[in-house]
């Protein structure tokens, strides 16, 4: 009789311990990230642009209507603007110890170097 009490109770105990809620080790962010602007203008409000947006798999931004975001790491090296060859304006980025220190533009045959201090 004594055993049995001993296992039902061990049983109750399993049971009890097992029931309980567990929480998550951390919680899920939800981040929300623009997809589309909108843009309405004109002397009779006529006129729209939409720019949409798009993002890679560390939520970081790719692309900016015609503008390509290019990354090394967690580095932004390069926007463009128009994709490839096709690249009117290229904005390059140089860093020293992950803090940006200088931007090259590249526009058509032009170039210029412009030093950044941040």
């Known amino acids: 009789m004594k055993t049995k009490i001993i296992l ?53 931004l790719i692309q900016r209507g015609d503008y390509y975001y290019t990354y090394s790491g967690d580095d932004l090296v390069s926007i463009s603007y128009g994709q490839g060859a096709n690249a009117s304006i290229v904005y390059t980025f140089t860093y020293n110890n992950g803090v940006p220190v200088s931007m090259h533009i590249k526009q058509d045959l032009l170039t210029k170097v412009i030093p950044t201090r941040l």
Not at 20 to 26: E, Q, S, W
Not at 32 to 40: F, P, R
Not at 48 to 60: C, G
Request: aromatic letters at 6%; a positive charge; charged letters at 20%.
């Open 8 to 60: 039902l109770a061990s049983l109750l105990l399993c049971i009890m311990f097992g029931a309980c809620k567990k929480k998550d080790a951390t919680p899920k962010q939800q981040i929300k990230l623009i997809s589309k602007v909108t843009a309405v203008g004109g002397l009779n409000g006529d006129q729209t642009t939409v720019t949409s947006f798009s993002y890679d798999s560390k939520n970081r």
